[in-house]
């Protein structure tokens, strides 16, 4: 018969040198990513919207009046976009007569590699054709409010609709890649983009707010 082990022991081991040295050092990175990293963040975050001790969105103004803003745009989804249809070709074509040979079908994690739309479970091909309908519709809204930019046109009621559209973009993805990672029984997912969507619809309030602001203060002169 083995002896009963005190219960101070599991209690003790929690506290060993190793968990204690441990602790320290990701406290001590803790303090310095908060320190030098998230408050100056938040700081310059709440400085952008005070121009002279009033709130104010004259300095988002400023800088989205700038041309070479939205020259600098337009020229970056230009080169993003034809490295997106080169390496897509150039994957299709260097991948397809590896993927069409029924013998280089292979398991992958949970899942499988599809070599076609047809292998596809039908719960997991409707999922994907509706992220991709999502994403075309976020890169539309994304552009239309770019478009709206270039015009001059920066806190209108258009404007706060289509930033809020990319937040619940971004949420509305992950749960759609849950499905998808669900029907793969792959759960290997991260939460970056519902909190970045929250962030942005945060942001999309608070430029409304100022969008109401701004228009009882022009009412009222």
């Keep these: 018969m083995n002896p009963v082990e005190p219960s101070g022991n599991k209690f003790s081991t929690w506290f060993s040198a190793d968990n204690l040295f441990t602790g320290v050092i990701m406290a001590f990175l803790l303090v310095i990513l908060v320190v030098f990293l998230l408050y100056p963040v938040v700081d310059i975050c709440r400085l952008s919207f005070f121009k002279d001790g009033v709130f104010t969105l004259q300095n988002y103004a400023d800088y989205f009046s700038e041309p070479r803003i939205f020259r600098s745009f337009y020229n970056s989804m230009f080169?993003?976009?034809?490295?997106?249809v080169i390496t897509t070709v150039l994957a299709f074509l260097f991948g397809w007569p590896f993927f069409s040979q029924a013998h280089a079908r292979m398991a992958?994690?949970?899942?499988?590699?599809?070599?076609?739309?047809?292998?596809?479970?039908?719960?997991?091909?409707?999922?994907?054709?509706?992220?991709?309908?999502?994403?075309?519709?976020?890169?539309?809204?994304?552009?239309?409010?770019?478009?709206?930019?270039?015009?001059?046109?920066?806190?209108s009621a258009r404007n706060v609709l289509y930033l809020?559209?990319?937040?619940?973009?971004?949420?509305?993805?992950?749960?759609?890649?849950?499905?998808?990672?669900?029907?793969?029984?792959?759960?290997?997912?991260?939460?970056?983009?519902?909190?970045?969507?929250?962030?942005?619809?945060?942001?999309?309030?608070?430029?409304?707010?100022?969008?109401?602001?701004?228009?009882?203060?022009?009412?009222?002169?």
């Design 79 to 84: 080169v993003s976009m034809v490295t997106m």
């Design 164 to 221: 809020r559209f990319q937040g619940y973009y971004l949420i509305l993805g992950y749960i759609i890649d849950y499905q998808i990672k669900g029907t793969l029984r792959d759960m290997d997912l991260s939460l970056t983009p519902v909190f970045a969507g929250l962030m942005i619809i945060f942001i999309a309030w608070i430029m409304d707010e100022g969008r109401k602001i701004q228009e009882e203060q022009e009412l009222t002169v």
């Design 108 to 155: 992958v994690s949970h899942g499988h590699v599809y070599s076609s739309p047809a292998e596809m479970p039908p719960a997991l091909l409707a999922w994907s054709l509706v992220k991709v309908g999502l994403d075309l519709a976020s890169a539309a809204v994304l552009y239309a409010l770019f478009s709206l930019y270039g015009r001059g046109i920066l806190f």
